[in-house]
């Protein structure tokens, strides 16, 4: 396990419970963003480092929020990304 910073655990024991109700976390940044308190651009910085890192796979959907999921479940994302939009671990604003 990689070493994280206050704002990064933060954000991946919140992902981390809520990927214990269900496979995938379909959210945005700004709802994670309150959720755990941390500002939204150090909320986007998180989850590029957190899915670099590998303890989150992140897959962007411009326009529609992100999704989230832990690496190792064989489970897809519940919208399909398109090959125009980023994959997983690279999150850009829209």
């Known amino acids: 396990m990689p070493e994280l910073t206050g704002a990064e655990f933060k954000i991946a024991s919140y992902l981390c419970g809520q990927l214990e ?12 963003s309150r959720a755990t308190g941390v500002s939204w651009r150090h909320t986007q910085a998180c989850l590029q480092s957190l899915a670099k890192a590998g303890v989150l796979l992140v897959y962007s959907r411009k326009g529609h929020g992100i999704e989230c999921l832990l690496p190792g479940r064989h489970v897809h994302p519940i919208r399909s990304v398109s090959s125009s939009q980023p994959r997983a671990g690279n999150i850009k604003s829209g």
């Open 21 to 32: 109700k269900q496979a995938v976390v379909d959210t945005t940044i700004t709802a994670l």
